[in-house]
């Protein structure tokens, strides 16, 4: 209709109303006829305002306007706060302005509000704890949490200091600021997060909209930690956060979902200087999707800041140190930014005071070298660690100053802080020392989280890693440790009993299946280690059982960790002296770590496993005498490994598994003690080998158990195969020597007194070849000491060793007269092998059968001690006809045999 | 911090033409009205018979210290203050409207401290939005609407503020009212 035709109706409209209402649509009838857009215009109006009740409009103005007065006399209350108006909107909740009710002082703050359906009571749990430990920071760039609580509704709130000013980007452009204060402000913000790193707080969403500066020109950071406050987690059942809102100053690492941890905070913070200093942002994601932000991460470098601030007075300025400085917080690979805030900010400063400054391409390893040389000699006094979050494996130095009641003060466990040790240092050689350091801290700190975990699965089976991880320092057998055996088991049987409630609440999380296993493998190799073999055995086969169900999903570290099972059972099975059942686990080892090494040929770790299943099934088949088969599997195994040293030359414990793969090519080759092949050639040259590679990690690291163990073990290797004379019995005394070293430094290690004794027993029969009896004497002498105590543990090899040992010093003793020491030992040579098995209880009889022979002509001799020697003699025959039967018979055992056979037949002559 | 240079200032650059002006004006008049409300409201019964136009009022005279003799200036700034009571309440009742309409995105939270039916916020929203069309169609009908029952005016002070006659007020504001109604009650 066009401004005339309306012109037109209104006026018929008004001519129409002023008729009495029958004669009004005739009337318009009249006027209209030809038109009827206008007919039926002014027909709607007339009957429109028939309708109208006076006021009509009048009414819902007045109802609007009464409803609004009444809001904004009464604005809403949240409990002493009145709500004014609404300042912004977020993921799980909105920000009003409100001030306070009650005081005289009026006070701006500002007042998050949770929205309606995300109250449940899990989260308002949740919230309430974050809110307690939020509450505790106090730092002057950290905008103050003041307050919190629940409306009458039950929706929790925070309140917080309301900044009235704009996001410090555009302070900085505004306030007109120039480079060195623009740099400034920005080491204030680092102080701040720092301040909240080392209260285990993770802000999560650091950017320039988060960082408002108030009239008064200070920064302060706002949302500390109400990001995951206010975060949908609740919705998702495992705890990856939900993406930040703005991926543009977000880190790769959560972008993809993964935890935060401080140094995405780092990242962040990097962000915002870049745009401080360039005014643009490093990487912009507006408006991609999901996939096209993940491929922008890998695809898009980011702009050097003196390339983007075109336009800046100071954009020359920025070449060089800053460039590096900004580029290197932007890293995206987390191991390659600071390594905290407070680092960033220092190297900031570098900048501005001319000095060098940090940022440099840095690798791992290089920054590993660089922790371990900070500490080497032990002290650095009062360091504490920074505990990352699981996923983000980080461990740093900081100044401690009041490290046990900071500890005590932390609470929070909803994203679990997890303990470790940064990986490069396990595998450095000479860093025993700073793992002890590491060790003594963590301690008290976990103990202090067990009540926090509790009902969470999540955060239990977190907690138990921790746990895990703490024992694998105390006392892991296949890295290097501090001896601390005991505490070890504790720590990871407290993380069993973690997992185990952990698994009752949520039977198939793989995650805390797979940690149940290497929890469980750990524990079973140190029972081993420590002579539990029994317990061992059970600790093993119970984790397979668990595991079992699991193997078929698929998922790696599981499958590894039940593979690493799988060795550490069949060499449990071995020390029961179960060769069929170590040949069967071992067997299993080598087709899961076949099967992952083949899937994923860069994978060192499955790789080394791998190597370590060859030599294990070498193991078994040597135990059931397949000898040629365990040659075959042991040189495979070598073949690996080297593979594996040749690109990772510094890996201490690469190296030690290839001198075991040499030691066990030896064995099989030519070593006496157990049934070989006949080539003792070969074998010496394996054994020296192996040798060489223990003495390079012996002299690397002198305090690590292992280290000297091995050594000292390698050494009594050699002389099993050197020929008779001065030079074996040099290396005999060497590694006796060494091992003694070794036994100092922890004594419950039954493997060593295995060595020992034997070393010694071999040290005796050389001494006795070259007509030393006095020496050979305390040769044995030594060897039934170390061996003594030791045999309560029923392990086979010390048993057997220990009366091999009793045998030659009985003799010896007989033969020089000393009645009551020989016949003693022949006592205890009884009582610890008449229990034993066949061959064990042979050996056992014979030690006084052999005592009473060589009293018999000595000048102790007594009336009966030929028929006690006859007696005892031919029941060790028996036993030995016995045993022969039994499989594993072997040479040496023969020439046990026909010793007493002799013994026993020169004594039948006369 | 005194408004009134503020305030006087902005009626002169809306006077000459600034049409942002309007926006600075909101929250300055706003927190005078606030003010004025929780003083009126105290009273129970006041707040059922509550004028928003006697509000205007006393809030200009807060705001604007002294007696404007200057009937444009009067007159203007009445004109404003309809105007600018029309954006507080259709603003608020947009912020609160309850999102009983899918999707729910944004949150009403403050909708359990107010009693405030979502029927009455969508009428004042309609009203608004029909009276935007109308004033395409014909600005004068939608002034006075706007003047006459946001701002109170008289018919007289309308006649005078929109230089017209107190008839033609009169007549305008029948149609106006009328296609007001039918308007909203074909959409509903």
Same mark, same amino acid.
């Given at each position: 209709m066009n401004p005339q035709q309306w012109e037109v109706a209104g006026q018929l409209f008004e001519q129409a109303l002023a008729l009495p209402g029958g004669e009004r649509t005739a009337f318009v009838d009249r006027q209209c006829a030809g038109d009827e857009e206008l007919r039926s215009e002014v027909s709607s109006l007339l009957a429109s305002h028939r309708a109208v009740a006076g006021g009509f409009v009048q009414e819902r103005i007045q109802r609007a306007a009464t409803a609004f007065f009444e809001a904004t006399a009464h604005p809403p209350r949240v409990g002493p706060y009145r709500l004014m108006r609404e300042l912004g909107r977020g993921g799980m909740g909105t920000v009003f302005l409100a001030e306070r009710d009650d005081d005289q002082y009026r006070a701006n703050v500002a007042i998050k509000l949770v929205r309606p359906g995300m109250d449940t009571e899990f989260?308002?749990?949740? &919230?309430?704890?974050?809110?307690?430990?939020?509450?505790? @920071?106090?730092?002057?760039?950290?905008?103050?949490? @003041?307050?919190?609580?629940?409306?009458?509704?039950?929706? +929790?709130?925070? /309140?917080?200091?309301?900044?009235?000013?704009?996001?410090?980007? /555009?302070h900085a452009d505004e306030a007109g600021l120039g480079l060195p204060a623009r740099l400034a402000l920005f080491r204030d913000l680092c102080s701040a997060v720092d301040y909240a790193h080392r209260h285990f707080i993770i802000h999560r969403d650091l950017k320039p909209g988060n960082i408002l500066v108030g009239s008064d020109g200070v920064p302060k950071l706002l949302d500390f930690g109400i990001c995951k406050l206010l975060q949908s987690e609740a919705v998702s059942a495992d705890d990856t956060v939900a993406a930040p809102m703005t991926p543009n100053y977000a880190s790769p690492e959560q972008i993809r979902g993964e935890p935060a941890t401080p140094l995405s905070d780092v990242y962040s913070l990097g962000s915002v200087l870049y745009e401080l200093v360039t005014g643009v942002c490093p990487r912009r994601f507006d408006g991609l999707t999901p996939v096209a932000v993940e491929q922008a991460l890998t695809t898009r470098a980011v702009q050097p800041p003196s390339a983007a601030a075109a336009g800046k007075k100071?954009? *020359?300025?920025?070449?060089?140190?800053?460039?590096?400085?900004?580029?290197?917080?932007?890293?995206?690979?987390?191991?390659?930014?600071?390594?905290?805030?407070?680092? &960033?900010?220092?190297?900031?400063?570098?900048? @501005?005071?001319?000095? +060098?400054?940090?940022?440099?391409?840095?690798?791992?390893?290089?920054?590993?070298?660089? &922790?371990?040389?900070?500490? *080497?000699?032990?002290?650095?006094?009062?360091?504490?660690?920074?505990?990352?979050?699981?996923?983000?494996?980080?461990?740093?130095?900081?100044?401690?100053?009041?490290?046990?009641?900071?500890?005590?003060?932390?609470?929070?466990?909803?994203?679990?802080?997890? &303990?470790? =040790?940064?990986?490069?240092?396990?595998?450095? +050689?000479?860093?025993?020392?700073?793992?002890?350091?590491? =060790?003594?801290?963590?301690?008290?700190y976990l103990n202090s989280l067990i009540g926090t975990a509790q009902g969470d699965p999540r955060a239990e089976t977190r907690l138990a890693t921790a746990y895990r991880k703490l024992g694998d320092a105390q006392g892991d057998v296949h890295a290097s440790n501090l001896g601390a055996t005991s505490d070890a088991a504790t720590s990871y049987q407290q993380a069993g009993a973690l997992l185990d409630d952990a698994l009752r609440r949520a039977p198939s999380d793989l995650e805390a299946v797979t940690e149940r296993l290497t929890v469980s493998d750990r524990l079973g190799a140190l029972q081993g280690y420590t002579g539990k073999v029994r317990d061992a055995v059970n600790t093993f086969q119970s984790a397979i059982r668990t595991a079992m169900p699991f193997e078929s999903s698929g998922n790696v570290p599981l499958r590894m960790a039940l593979g690493s099972i799988y060795i550490n059972a069949s060499e449990a099975y071995r020390d029961v002296e179960d060769y069929k059942g170590a040949l069967h686990d071992s067997r299993e080892a080598l087709r899961i770590f076949g099967e992952l090494a083949k899937a994923r040929p860069d994978d060192t770790e499955a790789r080394s496993s791998l190597a370590t299943s060859y030599a294990n099934v070498g193991m078994a088949e040597i135990g059931l005498l397949q000898l040629s088969d365990a040659l075959t599997h042991f040189r495979s195994g070598v073949a690996e490994m080297e593979r594996l040293a040749a690109t990772d030359r510094q890996n201490a414990s690469l190296k030690r598994s290839l001198m075991m793969a040499y030691g066990h090519i030896a064995d099989v080759l030519g070593n006496p003690g157990v049934g070989n092949l006949g080539d003792r050639a070969a074998a010496l040259q394996a054994f020296q080998r192996a040798a060489g590679l223990a003495k390079e990690l012996y002299e690397a690291d002198r305090a690590n158990q292992r280290a000297v163990a091995d050594y000292g073990i390698a050494l009594s290797r050699v002389e099993t195969v050197m020929d008779d004379g001065p030079?074996?019995?040099?290396?005999?005394?060497?590694?006796?020597?060494?091992?003694?070293?070794?036994?100092?430094?922890?004594?419950?290690?039954?493997?060593?007194?295995?060595?020992?004794?034997?070393?010694?027993?071999?040290?005796?029969?050389?001494?006795?070849?070259?007509?030393?009896?006095?020496?050979?004497r305390d040769a044995y002498a030594r060897s039934v000491q170390v061996a003594g105590p030791a045999v309560s543990s029923g392990q086979a090899p010390i048993v057997i060793l220990f009366i091999q040992s009793a045998q030659r010093l009985a003799r010896l003793d007989g033969v020089t007269g000393r009645r009551s020491e020989a016949l003693d030992l022949g006592k205890r040579a009884v009582q610890a092998g008449e229990s034993g098995p066949t061959r064990t209880r042979a050996r056992a009889y014979a030690v006084p059968g052999f005592a009473y022979a060589a009293l018999e002509e000595s000048a102790a001799r007594q009336p009966g001690d030929h028929e006690q020697a006859l007696s005892w003699l031919r029941k060790s025959l028996d036993a030995w006809r016995a045993g022969k039967a039994e499989p594993g018979f072997a040479a040496a055992h023969q020439r046990e045999m026909d010793q007493v056979a002799e013994a026993l037949a020169r004594l039948e002559r006369r | 911090m005194d408004p009134t240079p503020q305030v006087t200032q902005l009626l002169r650059d809306l006077r000459l033409g600034d049409a942002q002006a309007v926006e600075a004006l909101i929250p300055i008049v706003y927190g005078e009205l606030r003010k004025l409300a929780a003083h009126y409201l105290r009273d129970e019964r006041a707040a059922l018979t509550l004028q928003p136009t006697a509000l205007v009022n006393e809030a200009y005279i807060r705001l604007v210290a002294q007696d404007m003799p200057d009937w444009e200036g009067r007159s203007h700034f009445f004109g404003v203050a309809a105007h600018l009571m029309r954006q507080i309440l259709v603003d608020h009742a947009r912020r609160h409207r309850s999102q009983k309409r899918g999707g729910g995105v944004a949150a009403v939270t403050l909708e359990e401290a107010i009693a405030f039916a979502p029927s009455k916020s969508d009428d004042i929203i309609a009203l608004d939005e029909a009276l935007t069309r109308l004033a395409a169609e014909d600005e004068r009908k939608a002034r006075v609407i706007e003047l006459r029952f946001f701002g109170g005016m008289t018919a007289d002070e309308a006649a005078k503020a929109l230089n017209i006659s107190v008839a033609t007020v009169g007549r305008e504001q029948r149609l106006a009212e009328a296609w007001l109604h039918r308007e909203l009650t074909r959409s509903a």
């Open positions: 989260i308002l749990a949740r &919230f309430r704890r974050e809110r307690q430990t939020l509450a505790r @920071l106090q730092h002057p760039n950290i905008s103050r949490l @003041l307050d919190g609580g629940t409306t009458d509704r039950g929706l +929790p709130y925070i /309140v917080m200091e309301y900044i009235d000013g704009p996001a410090v980007t /555009v100071w954009a *020359r300025q920025l070449a060089g140190d800053l460039d590096n400085v900004v580029l290197r917080a932007l890293e995206t690979d987390p191991a390659r930014r600071y390594e905290s805030a407070a680092q &960033f900010a220092d190297d900031v400063r570098r900048y @501005l005071e001319h000095e +060098p400054v940090q940022a440099r391409p840095q690798t791992r390893r290089y920054r590993a070298r660089k &922790f371990v040389e900070r500490h *080497r000699g032990g002290v650095a006094a009062g360091a504490a660690i920074l505990l990352a979050l699981a996923g983000g494996l980080v461990a740093s130095l900081y100044q401690a100053r009041v490290a046990e009641s900071r500890l005590q003060q932390v609470r929070s466990l909803a994203d679990a802080l997890v &303990f470790d =040790v940064h990986d490069a240092v396990r595998d450095l +050689p000479g860093s025993t020392r700073a793992r002890a350091l590491i =060790v003594k801290t963590g301690v008290s030079d074996k019995v040099k290396v005999q005394r060497e590694s006796m020597a060494i091992l003694g070293e070794a036994v100092a430094i922890d004594a419950s290690n039954l493997q060593l007194k295995v060595y020992e004794t034997l070393v010694a027993q071999h040290l005796g029969d050389s001494l006795m070849k070259t007509g030393d009896r006095g020496s050979a | -």
